[in-house]
């Protein structure tokens, strides 16, 4: 039972490129999230799904697209890199709504767009 | 809307003095709180959670929190630190209506 898995480790992209952080939960769990830790700052929420086929923006949605077509898989896409999403990113699963619900998480990608 | 506060950004303690790091909440109805722990490289992990009943609530790696509704406070405490405690410490709150807000979170630092 690997948990919730997330590839690459790092990346480095160069302004413009574009780029999918991927993410794999064995856990059966029907909502998964996608979250961004700045230095210094909390856990921001790019967007979530509530299960396949469903997704819905979080707080900080602009420059990020996610798919679900899978329970397992909730990949994000970057399209356009920029600096300003230089950051550290997590993903997340949990059984139900993870407002009343402990979150998986994985180890992160750090990605730095220069 | 809901919102999460950690007052402490750096806290450091020497090891196997006593621990407590602030969490206050804002939400409208009863909330959900959780404590997690990040430890350097890695990922969150939960510590404890309350829903209901008991305030006092105890979690894993000797950590217990205590629900004050009158204060809108959920902070988290440990009566002896071990340097393997030195990590940051994320307060998170949430209710039915879906999702989670983290507080900027606070950093432990142990001294031997």
């Known amino acids: 039972n690997a948990g919730v898995t997330q590839t690459p480790k790092f990346r480095i992209l160069k302004i413009g490129q574009s780029m999918t952080l991927q993410c794999t939960q064995d856990?059966?769990?029907?909502?998964m999230y996608w979250y961004r830790q700045d230095p210094g700052m909390g856990l921001k929420l790019i967007y979530y799904?509530?299960?396949?086929?469903?997704?819905d923006k979080g707080e900080v949605p602009n420059g990020y697209n996610v798919s679900r077509s899978t329970t397992e898989d909730f990949p994000l896409r970057l399209e356009l890199a920029a600096p300003s999403q230089t950051s550290v990113y997590f993903c997340?699963?949990?059984?139900?709504?993870?407002?009343?619900?402990?979150?998986?998480f994985g180890p992160g990608t750090r990605l730095t767009v220069l | 809307a809901q919102s999460v506060t950690q007052p402490d950004i750096h806290i450091t303690v020497s090891e196997g003095a006593s621990l407590e790091l602030r969490c206050n909440y804002s939400?409208?109805?009863?909330?959900?709180l959780f404590w997690y722990v990040q430890s350097p490289g890695q990922g969150l992990q939960l510590l404890l959670k309350?829903?209901?009943?008991?305030?006092l609530v105890q979690g894993i790696k000797g950590f217990e929190a205590e629900f004050k509704r009158s204060q809108s406070s959920f902070n988290l405490r440990k009566p002896s630190v071990h340097w393997s405690d030195a990590a940051e410490y994320f307060c998170?709150?949430?209710?039915?209506?879906?999702?989670?807000?983290f507080g900027d979170g606070t950093t432990l630092t142990v001294k031997p």
């Open positions: 997340a699963s949990s059984w139900v709504a993870g407002g009343t619900d402990t979150q998986y």
């Open positions: 856990m059966n769990h029907n909502y």
């Open positions: 799904s509530v299960g396949a086929g469903i997704t």
């Open positions: 939400y409208g109805a009863t909330p959900y």
């Open positions: 309350y829903f209901s009943g008991d305030t």
């Open positions: 998170a709150v949430g209710g039915s209506a879906g999702k989670s807000t």
